[in-house]
Every structure is written in C-alpha cells, then in structure tokens.
C-alpha cells in the first residue's frame, strides 16, 4: 500500500518534459495536471479506505514516508536550476515561455508549497528546516507563522482570511487570504517574541530571517543571471502562491464553525474543511486533500488520514475543484447547494 506514494515522482518528471521540451510539449505539466487528472478523478469513484490498525503501526514505523518527502527539496532545486538555465540560454518562443513558467508555477505550487506545509507540521527541527527551505524558495515562507498559529485556530470563522465566504469569487479570495495571511504573520510572530520577552525586531523574529533569505534568493538570481530571469522566476512564485490560495479557497468555502453564547467558537472538527477522498490527487499531493483529519489533527504525518463519514465532500478531486472555482456562477450553483444540504 505504501508503494502507491512513488507515484509522486510523476510530478517532477512532468515538470522536468516540460522545462526540456519545445512546443507543445512545454505544457506536458499543466495539460497532465488540468486535463488528465481531472478526468482520471471524474470517471474512477473516491477511495474512502482508511489504513488498519496494523497498517497504521506499520506505517508509523517505516522511513519509507518521510524519505519520500526530504526527496522533495533536492528534486525542486534540481528542476528551478534547470529552469533558470532554460529560460535564459535558449530562444524560445513566447508560447514556449508560458509552457515553460506555467509547469514550474505548478512545480512550485505542488513541491515547494505543499510538502513545505507537510514538513512544517512537523516536531523535529530538521524536518521544519526544510520545510522552511521550500517555502523560502517560493517566497512564501510567511505562509508557516500564520497557517500553523493562525489559520488552524482561527479555520471556519470570520477572522480567518484563509477560509473563503460564502458566495466570495476566488478571484477576490486571492487577494484578502494572502495580504491577510502575511500582516497576520507579522503580528504573530510580533507577540510571540514579545511574549517570552524577546526583541520583536532581531534574528529572533521568524519574518525578519524568512523575509531577509527571500531577498537574497531575488538577488542572487538578479545578479547572477539578470533581470529577464528574474522575472520569470517571479511569475512561477506568483503562479505557485495563486495555486495555493486556490487551494486554500476550496478547502473552507463557506463552512463556518458555531459559537456559544460566550462567543467562543467550537473546536475544529472534520465537520469544518472539504474533503477529497480521489486516490489520484491523494498520492500525488501527500494526501493534502484528506484535509479535514489535517485540521482535527494537524500534527499526524500525510501517510496516517483518515477520511471520516461526516465530513464534507467535494464532488471531485482538487485540480478539477480548482478549474470550477474558476468559473464563480457555476462554483457557486455546485457548492452553495452542498452547503445547504450540510445545514438541513
């Protein structure tokens, strides 16, 4: 069972065809990951098994999981490298560039993002090192502050601006969560210092070390290989940070969590985040999109999810959410109707 997770290498591999090839080769990643999943996900129905308990101690137990994902950060900063050098030494054609930028903005959304999120739940401080490392060179690394310490706490309520109102188009999504999400980490990481009476304005100061790393990653890349490449590298992080707050989008879309006569709100449940229980977007996303057993138990390992019956349910896999949400009137009707059915 655990041998399915190889399938992750898919990934890299679509996004190495797609920085080495030309024409419309350029977008064997893109065309692989909006076309071929999303129909795999619409025919074959969700795989909602859950791993037995003799599985679950076998799987605790085995490094299999973890190397699987420490093989992620040597295999981005293999395919960025190559990227880098592809777009500055080759002439290529405008429709080859956006085949080309548009791969690795998945690249970035899919590896560095996603598994910088798996790595940044975790305890041990190496494991958090590169989860950081990956988030870093997506320049999004400020995502960690407030997904961890505000966005857990704060899921299905007014508050958070990673979880999507009701009726709010994706496209407004987009910028409420992520300029929301980085002043909130700012704040938080402003208290928490404050809070064990340290310098809110030192090397102490997460944001700070995150924001000073990115700068010289942009830099370097400047002064190394210019301003055309930089740019480039630019638009896969944009690409990357939209495919996140896509995710984010689909994830909570109007789900809300009740409040007691004191205002305090109920813990989170797996009644508070859309699940997706498709093998194929599983696999290839660390299980990501088990996502209401990552918000009811946010520090158990991807290989350990459960799906729970109460939980609410997309009707399709992640990438074929993401292009519905592209289309508001139409996401609206699909979804607005689910979360009617969840309050009857």
């Not at 994902?69 to 880098?84: D, G, M, Q, S």
């Not at 958090?128 to 966005?151: D, S």
Request: with cysteine; proline share 5%; hydrophobic share 45%.
């Amino acid at each position: 069972m655990k041998w399915k997770y190889l399938a992750f290498l898919i990934v890299p591999a679509m996004g190495a065809l797609s920085i080495f090839g030309q024409g419309l080769w350029t977008y064997s990643a893109i065309f692989f990951a909006y076309g071929f999943i999303p129909l795999v996900e619409l025919i074959f129905k969700a795989d909602r098994r859950n791993a037995s308990e003799a599985q679950i101690q076998e799987f605790k137990a085995s490094r299999f999981f973890d190397g699987m994902i420490y093989l992620v950060l040597p295999c981005y900063l293999i395919l960025l490298a190559f990227f880098l050098q592809r777009i500055s030494g080759a002439n290529l054609s405008m429709f080859e560039y956006c085949g080309i930028v548009g791969s690795m903005g998945l690249m970035c959304g899919i590896m560095a993002i996603n598994v910088g999120h798996e790595l940044g739940h975790r305890h041990q401080y190496r494991e958090r090192v590169l989860g950081e490392l990956l988030l870093v060179f997506a320049l999004q690394a400020h995502f960690l502050p407030y997904h961890n310490h505000g966005h857990h706490r704060n899921v299905a309520t007014p508050v958070d601006p990673a979880t999507a109102r009701k009726n709010e188009p994706v496209f407004f999504f987009w910028f409420r969560s992520q300029i929301g999400s980085y002043i909130s980490a700012w704040k938080i990481e402003w208290t928490r210092l404050l809070q064990r009476k340290k310098r809110p304005f030192s090397w102490a100061n997460r944001m700070i070390r995150y924001t000073l790393m990115e700068a010289v990653i942009i830099l370097s890349i400047y002064w190394l290989l210019g301003g055309a490449v930089l740019t480039g590298y630019l638009l896969v992080c944009l690409l990357g940070m939209l495919l996140l707050e896509t995710v984010n989008y689909i994830e909570h879309y109007g789900l809300l969590r009740k409040q007691n006569e004191t205002g305090k709100y109920e813990r989170v449940t797996p009644l508070h985040s859309w699940n997706s229980d498709h093998l194929l977007g599983r696999v290839l996303l660390f299980e990501l999109s088990r996502h209401s057993d990552h918000h009811a138990n946010p520090s158990k390992p991807y290989q350990l999810l459960n799906s729970y019956q109460e939980s609410p349910q997309m009707p399709t896999g992640y990438p074929g959410m993401m292009l519905l949400s592209f289309i508001p009137p139409l996401w609206f009707y699909v979804m607005n109707k689910k979360l009617g059915q969840l309050e009857e």
